[in-house]
Every structure is written in structure tokens, then in C-alpha cells.
């Protein structure tokens, strides 16, 4: 177990960016502390060599410069869309920005994966990683509060990285925090991801409209294109999704004490799999819709479908409905989360 690093550049005002690589023998994940981004996870492929399996940039500096589509980064503080950019705080309409037409998408303009944060490695008890620290000021995202966000990704010697969230607002503001990073689990980015089998334990989700936001009701999956209970192709009802998907599956009506499996994924060519697991109560999940073909790792060209998320987060729009799981985090309390992916290969 080892955590290496190397200092690659400089933020436009003048912060040191730092590439950091946690190794655990068998696989190993790489992340900038710009936008705590993970820019690669790399998985065995035969003897001695490996296959990187999240979507992204060749040059890591490059995700400073480029405007991409959240890969890797971890968003918030309000993941997400928020309907017509605000929300009533006792009383009080906040105003965000409005970054996906009228709406907040993902913290606005100057979310989470805009910021360059304070990071320290950290090995004990068999697992290795880093932490990550930065202070979000009021109003820089819209929110009246100051907010202590804390992010720590552990690799363990059993293959799997912990995404742990901590936030702690200076007055009652609404937290959402997830990780954007966009899976293929082939490694070859020039395949889809449409023969990647998925199951959900999820009986309900969240229709949305035209511009994705919830409507507000919880529908059964049952006889449905997002009904993932058996494992099924990705590909398989994607087209009968229009746009594919990017909805919201519920995992429960409250945040969980304790992370549960919400997701297995299985690559059958290369046997590889990933498990998900979190204690939030719903999970995002994202088909790479509006990936448009720009030039990624490798020369490779990323387009819709050839890579998926699954972002573990409260629901989108919770700000705004009483009937979502309340995301709101009181003065003198802390937003604490932990999401799991384990690999299989």
C-alpha cells in the first residue's frame, strides 16, 4: 500500500496542483487535488499490464483548462438540478446560479470541482489515500454559509475505494455532495457501454421533464424501461428512454445508517465487475448523454454512451420538495456520507 505524488502545475491563481497515486498492489486510482478529480482507476488486464476504466483528459492539467463534463470531479455543494435556480430558506428565496438554462446544475459556475483543496496522504490498518480539505465562503455557490468540506478517497487491499463526505455549514444550508466519475468498464472507450449488465435493488424512480427536473412523483419501475431489479443489458430499453438515461433511482425515503448495495455491474468480456454501495437514499443514474465528442485519454473520442455514472446523492431538486428526503444540514451539524465502489476483476 503506497500513496506517491507529483507536482504537475499551477491554478491560474497561482495554487500548486498536485497529482496523487494510491497504489494497493493490484489495482490503483489516481486524483488531482483541482476538483478533488479522479482522473484514472487502473485495473489489471493480463500480466503486467492494466486498463484504465473512467472516462477523462490525457494531460491532467488539462482539466483546468477544458471545459468538460464533470469527469471525475466531485460535485456539490448542491449536486444535481435545482429547478428555476433557487429555493426558500425559512422564508428566505436563495438564488443560485443558473448554469443549465434556468436551472442549477451541480453547485453552479463554482462548484466543488472548480477548487483546489488542501490534500494529505494517509496509510494505517492495510488501506492507503487522500484527504482532502477546502473552506467554501458564503455566497461563492449562492449559499448564505460558510461550509468546511472534507473528501477522503480510501483504497483498500481488498480492492475497493471509499468515498468519504464530511461538510459542516456555518448556518442551515442544504448539502448534496457525490463524485461525477464516468465508468467504462471494457477500457477500451471506443466501445459503448451498452452490453455492460446492471442491477439495481431499486423499485422506484424519478420521472423528470424536458429539462430533467423531477416532477415530484415516485414511480415503480415495474413494466418500465428502469426497472434493473434483474440484471440487464445497459442497452437493452435505452432506447426506449429518450435522451437514455439520467434519472434518479430510490434507494430508500431517508438517508441509510449504514451504505447498502445499490448497483452491480458486470463487464462480461473482461469479467469485470463493480459493486456501489452508499448510505444516501438515492443514486443517479447517468448514461453519458451529453458526452459530444471530444478527444479524451488516448486520443479516444467520448460520446454519449461510452461511459455511465452512478452518483449516490440525495434526490435532485430536494431544496425544493417537502416530499424528497430532506437534505438540509442545521447549524452545529454535519453532512457525513460514505459511498463504496468495489471492483471485481
Given at each position: ?110 462548484g ?19 484527504r ?10 449562492g449559499?448564505?454559509?460558510?461550509v ?5 478517497y ?15 455549514p456555518?448556518?442551515?444550508t ?55 431489479r ?33 448497483a ?38 467520448h ?29 452545529g ?13
Open positions: 500500500m503506497k500513496v506517491e505524488f507529483e507536482h504537475i502545475g499551477f491554478s491560474s491563481a497561482g495554487e500548486k496542483i498536485f497529482l496523487w497515486t494510491a497504489s494497493n498492489g493490484e489495482m490503483q486510482i489516481s486524483v488531482i487535488n483541482y476538483g478533488c478529480i479522479i482522473t484514472s482507476i487502473l485495473l489489471p488486464r493480463g500480466k503486467a499490464r492494466f486498463s484504465d476504466v473512467v472516462l477523462g483528459l490525457s494531460n491532467p492539467m488539462s482539466y483546468l483548462d477544458v471545459k468538460n463534463p464533470h469527469f471525475g470531479a466531485a460535485v456539490g455543494l448542491i449536486a444535481n438540478r435545482v429547478a428555476k435556480a433557487r429555493f426558500d430558506l425559512d422564508g428566505q428565496t436563495i438564488f443560485l446560479d443558473a448554469n443549465d438554462g434556468e436551472n442549477s446544475l451541480h453547485g453552479g459556475f463554482y466543488l470541482e472548480t477548487c483546489v483543496f488542501h490534500a494529505e496522504p494517509f496509510a494505517s490498518n492495510g488501506n492507503c489515500g487522500i482532502f480539505t477546502k473552506t467554501i465562503l458564503p455566497y461563492e455557490q449559499l448564505p454559509a460558510s468546511d468540506v472534507e473528501i477522503c480510501t483504497l483498500t487491499g481488498d480492492n475497493k475505494v471509499l468515498l468519504d463526505y464530511v461538510a459542516t456555518s448556518e442551515k442544504p448539502i448534496n455532495l457525490t463524485n461525477h466519475s464516468y465508468f467504462n468498464l471494457t477500457g477500451d472507450f471506443y466501445q459503448t457501454i451498452d452490453d455492460h449488465i446492471l442491477q439495481m435493488p431499486c423499485d422506484g424512480y424519478l420521472p423528470v421533464d424536458k429539462n430533467l427536473i423531477p416532477t415530484g412523483e415516485i414511480k415503480n419501475v415495474e413494466g418500465t424501461p428502469f426497472d434493473f434483474v440484471g440487464k443489458k445497459i442497452g437493452r430499453d435505452i432506447g426506449d428512454v429518450p435522451g437514455g438515461y439520467d434519472h434518479t433511482f430510490v434507494i430508500s425515503n431517508e438517508k441509510n445508517p449504514q451504505p447498502v448495495e445499490c452491480y455491474i458486470k463487464e462480461e468480456k473482461s469479467q469485470r465487475t463493480l459493486r456501489v454501495f452508499t448510505d444516501l437514499p438515492g443514486v443517479q443514474f447517468y448514461t453519458g448523454n451529453f458526452l459530444d465528442g471530444r478527444v479524451g485519454k488516448r486520443w479516444q473520442i460520446k454519449a454512451r461510452q461511459g455511465f455514472c452512478l452518483e449516490t446523492q440525495f434526490f435532485p431538486d430536494s431544496p425544493n420538495r417537502d416530499n424528497f428526503p430532506n437534505c438540509f444540514v442545521e447549524k451539524r454535519q453532512f457525513k456520507s460514505r459511498t463504496i465502489w468495489e471492483f471485481g476483476f
